[in-house]
């Protein structure tokens, strides 16, 4: 990676703790601040501001102890999903993200500041797309409903640092439930019956909501009890290593015969798979093993299956394809592709594979031609602009790597991968402000607002800035400056 960020132990440790101690704080801030009332009595507890940066340093805790997945179809695919069910929410002007952690644990989180999380496992063991779609719209529900600040409000009654204890806790329990766990047993003091009967209010409201916007969105009701059912057969058989998301969404009986009753007021009717759900799903069960090989077994498995749809083969070929090119069998991955490619020679994931195959052997000329077509056909597809842009800077083709790029701001944010992919082509053009600006953006991103603020003033001190670098470094650090002093108050 372009950029390198430090972390040590006494980090991690902060950070793990982190969340435990910036609770009550928020809580008198957003108190001394006038919030209008929007009947809605947790509004007084957070405002909007701080949650949005509470989430983002979420999200940084998340990074440091969880791998998310950075796999441009993978994100590209769950930010689809996401935003199409909140979309459907009687709360559009909430903010969200959508990302996929890779851990093969069936769980699901919503932190602060619409900060969603999903780990792979859902997808590799939901049975159908509507499964997993159900598991996201009763995330979004959790946020939309503002079941965290609901949570700060109710806390207010019991003594600051047993609530901050327990609250920190809770969150740090959505994230990584071992912890939260040992977090749990430490907290005492405290009405924990009365916490775990809040929770299960909060459940059965993101399950009634959550349905809602599943049906609005299209997706089969059916699949949320379906879902909660196939967890409660994993618990009876695994007393002992019940799901992660039976432990951090308790499940009951009444709960999955509530959801059943509602769906059941719906007609049914048949749903069908998306395409792109197919194929991530398959790509995920080919990145999921260590040993390629073992994953090719597994496809070469299901294809033997005569029962397979053609969509179910396809997305099995394709799985295939992905196999044979982690595990280098290049000719072997050409062969599944041709089958992929010959009644749908314009699929842009199947040329997205196709590409990274020829990559993968160096054969540049025919990878930057693959990557062409697709970027032709699909000039605002974020997967298209990652990979050809990747595939242009290791043939050092540093400019057209960054108009690409540029190019892609007119559709979205940058992310740190696309912010590390700009800095290297600004590094190999030679234009080492840009670098450093780049990296003042990526740290930021990163939650890393305190390198940020250091690295501008570095900018300030080292190169010589004309008056239009200077007037925008100025403003880059005035905003920085109230975002490390928001982050800061925070963090007391």
């Known amino acids: ?243 992660e998301y039976m432990r951090t969404h308790p499940l009951t009986t009444s709960r999955i015969a509530d959801t059943r009753a509602r769906a059941e007021e719906y007609p049914l009717q048949q749903y069908e798979n998306s395409h792109a759900y197919t194929l991530v799903r398959n790509k995920l069960i080919a990145l999921s093993f260590e040993n390629p090989r073992d994953a090719i077994n597994v496809f070469i498995d299901k294809l033997r299956d005569d029962s397979l749809s053609k969509k179910e083969r396809l997305g099995a070929n394709y799985g295939l394809a992905y196999a044979y090119v982690k595990g280098n069998e290049h000719e072997l991955a050409a062969q599944q592709i041709d089958i992929l490619l010959k009644d749908n020679p314009d699929d842009v994931a199947y040329l997205l594979v196709a590409a990274l195959n020829q990559k993968e052997q160096s054969n540049y000329p025919k990878a930057l031609a693959i990557y062409e077509k697709a970027y032709k056909l699909y000039p605002d597809y974020k997967p298209v602009i990652i990979a050809y842009s990747r595939a242009l800077l290791d043939v050092k083709r540093a400019k057209q790597a960054k108009q690409l790029l540029t190019d892609y701001e007119r559709f979205y944010s940058h992310t740190l991968t696309t912010y590390s992919l700009l800095g290297q082509a600004e590094a190999m053009l030679g234009n080492e402000i840009e670098v450093a600006m780049i990296q003042v953006d990526y740290y930021y991103h990163a939650g890393e607002t305190k390198l940020a603020v250091d690295k501008l003033k570095f900018i300030q001190q080292q190169y010589p800035l004309d008056y239009y670098l200077e007037e925008r470094v100025k403003a880059k650090m005035e905003e920085l400056q109230y975002e490390l002093e928001l982050e800061e108050s925070i963090e007391l």
């Open 1 to 243: 990676m372009f950029f390198s960020i430090i972390k040590t132990h006494a980090n991690k440790y902060k950070y793990a703790l982190l969340v435990g101690v910036i609770l009550p704080v928020i809580c008198y801030a957003g108190a001394t601040q006038n919030l209008p009332d929007f009947a809605d009595s947790s509004a007084s507890v957070i405002s909007p501001e701080y949650e949005r940066r509470l989430g983002q340093l979420f999200l940084k805790q998340v990074r440091y102890f969880s791998r998310i997945i950075s796999d441009p179809e993978v994100e590209s695919y769950i930010e689809s999903i996401g935003y199409q069910l909140a979309s459907h929410s009687d709360n559009t002007e909430q903010p969200f993200k959508f990302f996929v952690v890779d851990n093969p644990g069936i769980n699901a989180f919503a932190g602060p500041g619409g900060m969603i999380g999903i780990n792979s496992g859902i997808i590799l063991n939901a049975q159908d797309e509507s499964e997993l779609a159900s598991v996201m719209s009763h995330e979004i529900a959790h946020v939309t409903q503002r079941h965290i600040a609901r949570m700060l409000e109710e806390h207010k009654k019991y003594s600051i640092p047993s609530a901050a204890a327990m609250v920190g806790a809770i969150l740090i329990a959505i994230a990584n439930p071992q912890a939260g766990a040992a977090a749990m047993a430490g907290v005492s003091g405290f009405n924990a019956q009365n916490q775990i009967n809040f929770t299960r209010a909060n459940e059965e409201e993101a399950d009634r909501i959550g349905m809602q916007l599943l049906v609005r969105a299209g997706h089969n009701p059916r699949s949320m009890p379906a879902f909660f059912e196939k967890l409660q057969r994993l618990s009876r058989f695994q007393q002992s290593n019940a799901p």
